[in-house]
């Protein structure tokens, strides 16, 4: 025996958008995390993707959701179909209809797919993730200044990443803040804070700011990084990704909370 391991098979694109429409097997999503983590063009792409679908979602729900009228729903019966592709013909029928109304139109107008982040964003969720799955562990020192001496903690984040910064508060979704640290960030900026919040179930979430970065501000995105994954954004010259591991539906009020208290 030799102890090699058996080479991994190339990632093809086919690949990635298997892993963004989650119809890969466990073994298959770790490898192409484990891909994503070590290409960010690609961990890019993949966000963007994210980002479309859960676009398409949001804003054709209400379609989705309605009726279909009787005379497509008959019609499409008569046919025999599989229960399946009948749902599928449905549900495509129904992107149909909104897309020629007035108002699919004025948001095709609008431009909703985001471009392409500029690559020391794309990094952002990888630094966010990977410092909270460092921290996030730890049990006598998960943070150098305690929520205790907040006021404090503030202050000296804020003078060493150069402007004011805003903690964010998530008491009413159950999560109160433990305290924070200074990080190093990417080669380009200087210094990193992370705001670590907990649950009565000893969940945690970490907050990551990084300032430097750049003026123009980006959309809302998503990103996985292994265990942990992290919505992010730049808004005003601070990247911010807020990084946890209950999965993305959990994570996405909580990182709307947060995205609004900071927008403000």
Known sequence: MTGDHPAQPPVSEADLHAYVDDRLSPADRLRIEAHLV???GDAARVAAWQDQAEALRDHFAPALDAPVPAAMAGLLAREKAGERR???ALRIAALL???????AAGWWGRGWVAPQPPAMVAALPQEAARAHLVYSREVLHPVEVTAKEEAHLVAWLSKRLGR???VP???AQGYALVGGRLLPAAADNAAAAQFMYENRGGQRLTLYVRSGEPAQDTAFRFAGEGAAAAFYWVDG?????LAGETGREALLPLARAVYEQLGR
């Open 38 to 40: 070590a290409h960010p």
């Open 237 to 241: 010259g601070f990247g911010y990704a």
């Open 86 to 88: 009948l749902q599928a």
């Open 169 to 171: 508060v998530l008491t």
């Open 164 to 166: 004011p910064l805003t």
């Open 97 to 103: 209809l909104v897309g020629v109304t007035g108002a």
